[in-house]
């Protein structure tokens, strides 16, 4: 790979951002980016290549070190945020709301039953609470108390297929995220219909959200619409725009 020196003034600017976001995940100098991903660097496509490559890099790494038996840690009721902080791509004024009453979950996918779920229909199946903190990657964390249905139960409950690689999740908010089944299965992954003692108020994501304490903020999808099991890679509101697909916290 012997070449001359590129001129990098033409995208200086493109550089320093890059070398920004690379410095604030604790990394790599440029030219440690552009040695192990083999990539010259010269113009804005390498450079997006290049950390497209690293990202699907720490992508496998974290599914490598990923285990569903270990658990995040939890909290005491004394330890909750108080408020807990509301976070979404959009001011707290716009918040989505639905008809908890006519809300149906739509199933698709390698699913054996796709019939769409109701709230009562979750109310019936086994409820398990946690404590946890929440992490997002702008910043800031906070410790709240969820409870719902472990998706794991769920999945079976469905008969969904357990080999396949990714659970997609759509939000009626326009949001969307997906994780990989291995996290989908883990004992603390769960949609949640409760915060504290009442129902998830429309903040937090009414009337569904996806509790994952394992993962970062923004792989926690509120307002959930469908959920769908798949073998094609799936993304997400977040994920495409370059955050890492794993995000595990
Ligand atoms: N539907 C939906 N889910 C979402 C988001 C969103 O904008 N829409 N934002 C994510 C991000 S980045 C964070 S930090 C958390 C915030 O959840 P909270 O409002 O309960 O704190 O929701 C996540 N899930
Ligand atoms: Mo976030």
Avoid at 57 to 66: E, P, S, Y
Wanted: aromatic share 12%; proline share 6%.
């Amino acid at each position: 790979m012997s070449r001359t020196q590129p001129d990098r003034t033409a995208i200086a600017p493109e550089l320093k951002r890059i070398e920004r976001r690379l410095m604030l995940k604790g990394a790599l100098s440029l030219g440690g980016l552009s040695m192990l991903s083999g990539c010259a660097l010269d113009d804005e496509p390498s450079i997006e290549r290049a950390l497209s490559i690293m990202s699907r890099f720490t992508d496998k790494m974290q599914a490598f070190l990923f285990s569903r038996h270990k658990l995040a840690r939890e909290f005491d009721i004394s330890q909750i945020t108080q408020p807990f902080p509301f976070n979404a791509y959009y001011d707290e004024d716009e918040i989505r709301t639905v008809d908890p009453a006519h809300w149906c979950l739509e199933l698709g996918g390698l699913i054996m039953d796709r019939r769409p779920w109701s709230l009562s229909q979750f109310r019936t199946l086994p409820q398990k609470r946690q404590i946890t903190r929440h992490i997002c990657v702008e910043g800031w964390s906070a410790i709240g108390d969820w409870s719902g249905v472990p998706l794991s139960i769920f999945l079976q409950r469905i008969g969904a297929d357990l080999k396949a690689k990714y659970v997609n999740f759509r939000c009626f908010d326009d949001y969307s995220t997906s994780i990989d089944m291995e996290t989908a299965l883990h004992p603390q992954t769960i949609l949640t219909l409760d915060y504290g003692n009442a129902a998830l108020p429309p903040a937090y994501g009414a009337p569904m959200k996806v509790r994952i304490p394992t993962k970062l903020g923004y792989k926690n999808p509120k307002y959930l619409a469908s959920i769908e099991v798949t073998n094609h890679f799936p993304g997400g509101y977040w994920e495409d725009q370059g955050y890492d697909w794993f995000g595990g916290s």
